[in-house]
């Protein structure tokens, strides 16, 4: 099933257009998109959720996604892994006001995933005292238990310990072919098992 579709779209900052005519329709599933560093993996997620604006082309969005040109409902989940907005609060507050958002949340997903994580001794601390890969576990958390139509995932594996890598594996197969929700995930590399998978490549 389609859910959104990139129309000759391209992209860039000022006088460097780093996206140029990029053309793809996303379905169900799991798809991937691959790139080095200033290709614009990232840039396509936020415009995805409008959170920049296509400097030519056009997305056009399923209507499960409920969204206009102006803005996207909470049937899209994406939390930029860097961002700061969270800092001074603690991972358990965190899900709290994310799940606000989300009516299909699934707390108890949620909680299990902390356990597999290894997250539960640090779930009373502000995110500022947590160490990169940690925050990546909180935010890959919410990613899964918030059910959302189309979820967004930028470097899931960075920062992470190999025991971690390995759930977050296991948790994208089992996205692979799901009939009603897409997964589009940015990374530098797919990992060998799915070697199959939908890719959007942007180039080395």
Request: aromatic letters at 10%.
């Amino acid at each position: 099933m389609s859910i959104l579709e990139f129309k000759q779209l391209s992209f860039g900052f000022d006088s460097n257009t780093f996206i140029k005519d990029l053309s793809f329709e996303l379905n169900t599933g799991l798809t991937w998109i691959l790139g080095g560093d200033g290709k614009g993996k990232t840039s396509v997620l936020k415009l995805i959720t409008n959170e920049l604006k296509p400097q030519n082309g056009k997305i056009n969005y399923h209507s499960t996604l409920k969204c206009t040109d102006n803005s996207c409902d909470k049937e899209i989940f994406w939390i930029n892994p860097n961002q700061i907005q969270f800092e001074n609060n603690t991972a358990l507050e965190v899900w709290a006001e994310i799940k606000k958002s989300y009516p299909r949340w699934n707390q108890e997903l949620c909680l299990e995933l902390a356990q597999a994580f290894s997250l539960n001794p640090h779930l009373f601390k502000p995110l500022y005292m947590l160490s990169a890969g940690s925050k990546r576990k909180v935010w890959l958390c919410a990613a899964f238990a918030a059910s959302a139509t189309l979820t967004l995932i930028d470097e899931p594996f960075a920062a992470l310990d190999l025991a971690s890598q390995q759930i977050v594996l296991e948790l994208l197969e089992d996205c692979m072919h799901h009939p009603t929700k897409a997964y589009l995930v940015a990374d530098y590399l797919i990992p060998d098992q799915f070697a199959t998978s939908k890719v959007i490549n942007l180039g080395d």
